[in-house]
């Protein structure tokens, strides 16, 4: 059973930044595969960045230049920082953990981009 637990979310201005990180526990981190996914108001969850045991990245078109994910294996964290805001990256922010084949999730975090 694998345990994450989101921070970092808040309310910031349009251009702003802000940094979100996922702390896993209950699984070999360093083999898993680690991602963030958002999910906004009325709109399916959609990924926003990835990152593999290997730490190849892949950002979604939208977030491109904009965001960076990185994790740190000795700290069982995903991070997610997040740079350049727009309104439209309002969204609940939720970590997702591959581990052995099965897919976990965390209890999300909210983010409000004000314009």
Request: proline residues 2%; aromatic residues 8%; glycine residues 12%.
């Amino acid at each position: 059973q694998v345990q994450l637990v989101e921070s970092g979310g808040g309310l910031v201005q349009a251009g702003g930044s802000l940094r979100l990180s996922c702390a896993a526990s209950g699984s070999i981190f360093s083999n898993n595969h680690m991602g963030w996914y958002r999910q906004a108001p009325g709109k399916e969850r959609e990924v926003v960045a990835t990152v593999t045991s290997g730490f190849t990245t892949n950002y979604a078109d939208s977030v491109k230049g904009r965001f960076t994910i990185s994790r740190d294996n000795t700290r069982n964290t995903v991070s997610l920082q997040m740079n350049s805001l727009k309104p439209e990256d309002t969204a609940v922010y939720f970590c997702r953990c591959i581990a052995s084949g099965r897919v976990y999730w965390g209890q999300g975090t909210q983010v409000t981009v004000s314009s």
